[in-house]
T-cell receptor
Framework: GDSVTQMEGPVTLSEEAFLTINCTYT??????LFWYVQYPGEGLQLLLK?????DKGSNKGFEATYRKETTSFHLEKGSVQVSDSAVYFC?????????????FGKGTKLSVIP | NAGVTQTPKFQVLKTGQSMTLQCAQD?????MYWYRQDPGMGLRLIYY???????DKGEVPNGYNVSRLNKREFSLRLESAAPSQTSVYFC????????????FGPGTRLTVT
């Protein structure tokens, strides 16, 4: 079935370091791809998305490019801040039964230290 | 706009008690979802409603029931709570019609003792 695999955490970085969180998906169809962020004690918020191959989603300094050839959607940020500390989830869209479901990865916890 | 709202925020139940988690959205979305989030497990879909009047099982439906009361509201009921249902529950909604992005509520933290 449809699945998403993202790198295990936790990830600890110093402020201003470069961030990469890897995400790969099963290549069933041409799914929409998403990154969500969850701050402590809150629900998930949509961070960015891409709907077709070679699309680049971006928001708040984060970027991810839809790579069909490697079935990947890695999240990157050039200079992280303490406020970026959160859990990040990669997700892919599935279709079926008229409802556009998402399959989520298990999440990667990021801690940024001053 | 409030987006997706959930009540209650916290709840403690004894084994065997019942309760209903409430969810409402004000974005005129067609589809609504209930997830549970457990450490190391990510989010797992319990039930979803593709449109008003329909509901379907997700990955982990056992021990739960749902009601799509109208287009805005989607409730989750635990008839006889068990310690294994201790979790954080999230409701989400999406527009449907090819729009996959889901919008999440703040969650309900449930403890069953």
């Amino acid at each position: 079935g449809d699945s998403v695999t993202q790198m295990e955490g936790p990830v600890t970085l110093s402020e201003e370091a470069f961030l990469t969180i890897n995400c790969t998906y099963t290549a069933t169809g041409y799914p929409s791809l998403f990154w969500y962020v969850q701050y402590p004690g809150e629900g998930l918020q949509l961070l960015l998305k891409a709907t077709k191959a070679d699309d680049k989603g971006s928001n708040k300094g984060f970027e991810a490019t839809y790579r069909k050839e490697t079935t990947s959607f890695h999240l990157e940020k050039g200079s992280v801040q303490v406020s970026d500390s959160a859990v990040y989830f990669c997700a892919r869209g599935n279709s079926g039964a008229g409802s556009y479901q998402l399959t989520f990865g298990k999440g990667t916890k990021l801690s940024v230290i001053p | 706009n409030a987006g997706v709202t959930q009540t209650p925020k916290f709840q403690v139940l004894k084994t065997g008690q019942s309760m209903t988690l409430q969810c409402a959205q004000d974005m005129n979305h067609n589809s609504m979802y209930w997830y549970r989030q457990d450490p190391g497990m990510g989010l797992r879909l319990i039930y979803y409603s593709a449109s008003e009047g329909t509901t379907d099982k997700g990955e982990v439906p056992n021990g739960y029931n749902v009601s799509r009361l109208n287009k805005r509201e989607f409730s989750l009921r635990l008839e006889s709570a068990a310690p294994s249902q201790t979790s954080v529950y999230f409701c989400a909604s999406s527009g449907g019609g090819g729009k996959y992005e889901q919008y999440f509520g703040p969650g309900t933290r449930l403890t069953v003792t």
